[in-house]
Nanobody, 123 residues
Framework: VQLVESGGGLVQAGGSLRLSCAAS????????MGWYRQAPGKQRELVAK????????VYADSVQGRFAISRDIAKNTIYLQMNSLKPEDSAIYYC?????????????????WGQGTQVTVSS
């Protein structure tokens, strides 16, 4: 599975950006995709994720109401619309894809990552 992100950049506080992540390769049974971010000196954290089948979403408390994740099944792409950006949103944003396969009835989870895209919000 290959994940290619785009859309990062530099924006002033209060501005907006939209990130895209296109999945390709062996993408069968990918059930969840999402965005994580990592700021310097901090751990990688979940920003938002979405199930591809039912479009169920989860958001970090820090972005609830400002960010929106969506998917385009036909394009194997997810998006992250980021509004009202704050300097503390500055980080490298990574696209993530997950799937669960079963071997002899035992679930085995697989996770895939993109190369990351930098988002910088100036004050």
């Amino acid at each position: 599975v290959q994940l290619v992100e785009s859309g990062g950049g530099l924006v002033q506080a209060g501005g907006s950006l939209r990130l895209s992540c296109a999945a390709s390769g062996s993408i069968f049974s990918i059930d969840t995709m999402g965005w994580y971010r990592q700021a310097p000196g901090k751990q990688r954290e979940l920003v938002a994720k979405i199930t591809l089948g039912g479009a169920s979403t989860v958001y970090a408390d820090s972005v609830q109401g400002r960010f929106a994740i969506s998917r385009d099944i036909a394009k194997n792409t997810i998006y992250l619309q980021m509004n009202s950006l704050k300097p503390e949103d500055s980080a490298i944003y990574y696209c993530n894809a997950e799937r669960t396969l079963y071997r002899d009835g035992t679930p085995i989870e697989y996770a895939y990552w993109g190369q990351g895209t930098q988002v910088t919000v100036s004050s």
